[in-house]
């Protein structure tokens, strides 16, 4: 569901792969959710607009708001710039971290394909810090 925190595997994910050595296999990865098939999204920092229109998920707008720890809001980067407009087509989902100035996700490496989802993402263990405990 759009908003939330879900695991991935980064097999086939080309942007992601070539970081990682072969013999280590595909990896889980966690991010937020914040496009699903169909979504046309644009980032105008500080937020991430979703069909035309402010992100309205309580997740994505935390992150949108400045607060701490979201200091940073939503940045643009190298897939996902300032003023262009990219739709996800079907069985593509985008991934944005909640950290987005210092992420490595979807605006870097592309769509995560709906083959490797996992599920969502439900507590946070490590590290020991304010983060840990049920994901909201």
């Not at 708001?65 to 996800?88: I, V």
């Amino acid at each position: 569901v759009r908003g939330e925190v879900f695991v991935f595997i980064t097999k086939n994910i080309r942007g992601i792969e070539a970081g990682i050595p072969k013999e280590h296999g595909s990896q889980h990865y966690i991010k937020r959710l914040v496009g699903v098939p169909g979504d046309s999204l644009e980032v105008k920092a500080p937020q991430l607009w979703v069909n035309g229109q402010p992100a309205s998920e309580a997740g994505m707008q935390k992150v949108a708001s400045l607060k701490e720890p979201y200091t940073n809001g939503y940045q643009a980067a190298y897939l996902l710039s300032e003023g262009r407009q990219l739709t996800l087509a079907g069985q593509q989902y985008w991934a944005m971290g909640d950290n987005s100035f210092n992420s490595s996700d979807s605006r870097y490496w592309g769509p995560v394909p709906e083959r490797n989802l996992v599920g969502p993402a439900l507590m946070c263990y490590f590290p020991f810090t304010k983060h840990w405990g049920p994901i909201r």
